[in-house]
């Protein structure tokens, strides 16, 4: 089974493609997406999609995972936030994809065993799991990674 794991964002958007085999997970793939942040919002979510629909049409996952929003304080940035998930969300609808959206305490009791877990913790969990030598950078990538685990968990892959 392969997963797309996303944390969104509008500045930066980590992803990672998992690979998930009888006794084997492999990170395929991961990066982020940045749109240009002097272009206006419609054209930002507008990058988002499409940049999202090159991923899909790349390495054709299985299943789309994503972080769901977490409480904000500023009802602005989580109007913001909520839009960029809801772009890229469609993109993986269109695709017929299945999509799973997990809060973010979800994804780091899956992923290290204690849902307050520290941003340290869930990096130091996945490169274990996944045998890596170098940390994946950005932060917003290795949430992503953290995001696909959480997913190949909860759906009883992994």
């Known amino acids: 089974m392969r997963v ?7 500045r930066t ?3 990672s493609i998992l690979d998930s085999k009888p006794k084997n997970l492999s990170l395929v793939a991961y990066g982020t997406i940045r749109p240009k942040i002097n272009e206006s919002i419609p054209k930002r979510l507008n990058y988002l999609f499409q940049e ?3 991923i899909l ?3 054709s996952p299985d299943f789309f995972s994503i972080e769901d929003m977490f409480y904000s304080q500023n009802v602005k940035t989580a109007m913001l ?3 960029a998930r809801g772009a ?9 994809i299945p999509i799973f959206e997990y809060a973010p305490r979800k994804v780091k009791m899956s992923v290290c065993g204690n849902g307050a877990a520290s941003k340290e913790q869930v990096l130091y969990m996945i490169m274990n ?3 890596l030598k170098e940390p994946p950078k950005p932060m917003d990538v290795s949430d992503a990674i953290a995001v696909g685990i959480c997913c190949l968990i909860q759906t009883k892959i992994l």
Do not use: C, E, H, V
Request: no cysteine.
């Open 81 to 83: 936030l909520g839009q």
């Open 52 to 54: 999202t629909n090159k």
């Open 57 to 59: 049409d790349k390495f």
């Open 13 to 15: 958007t980590g992803f």
């Open 88 to 96: 890229m969300i469609i993109a993986a609808s269109q695709a017929d």
């Open 129 to 131: 799991i996944l045998k």
């Open 4 to 10: 797309l794991g996303i944390d969104p964002g509008l």
